[in-house]
């Protein structure tokens, strides 16, 4: 229960008392938008999402033509 007591005295905290729980939404859409400039900047062994996305697309879109 202590974690709960921590996220609602942090919400507390938060300006917009108006908009209840939605005050914490932009604190969500930035750690989205954080999210995904990493997946698109940082290259664990030498690979990003995106590469590994569009070369499984590839590969799906190749197989689908052969079967053709």
Do not use: C, D
Request: charged content about 20%; hydrophobic content about 45%.
């Amino acid at each position: 229960m202590s974690i709960i007591n921590s996220i609602r005295r942090f919400l507390f905290h938060l300006p917009g008392k108006r908009f209840g729980y939605y005050r914490a939404i932009p604190i969500f859409v930035i750690a989205g938008a954080g999210l995904e400039y990493l997946m698109i900047t940082w290259r664990p062994f030498g690979v990003n999402f995106y590469e590994v996305y569009k070369r499984k697309q590839a590969k799906e879109i190749a197989a689908i033509r052969l079967n053709e």
